[in-house]
């Protein structure tokens, strides 16, 4: 899977798991990305700007700019979440189990994710899994994504 860049002069910091866009309403990656400018004259550089912290959705690249106090608690968080190629087989996995065609009612669709998930914490720390099924319940009780 392939993570856009973003922005000039932005660099990726840390991948943030799968969560709501509010640009495009998809559930998508994010990533945080800081920016860094610098003002130059006669193209030497004379001030480093203030660091810029946003989390960008992949999908349509949207930016939400971050204070420096919520980049920090989204980098230390970001060590339990899985890599973004185990998210996405974490989460196919889950949406795999909840497109059961048998299933009838809510109760039955989450009692089938919780089944899926502990089979999942076999093969992925219950950190990872928990993260993704977090995401995943947000995705299907979602009344506002695109269809
Ligand atoms: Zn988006």
Known sequence: MILAGWGRGARAIAYLGIGKCQGCRNWDHFQLFET???VTLYFVPVAK??????AVCNCCQ??????KAEADVLLRDSVAVPSPDDAEVIWQSLMEAA???SLETPE???AVLEARAKELK???SDDHVEQVLSAFVGYITDEDRPR
């Open 62 to 67: 949207a930016a939400v700019e971050l204070s």
């Open 49 to 54: 700007f203030a660091t810029h912290y946003y």
């Open 108 to 110: 039955q669709g989450f």
């Open 36 to 38: 860094q400018r610098r």
């Open 122 to 124: 076999t093969r992925y």
């Open 99 to 101: 497109c059961d065609e």
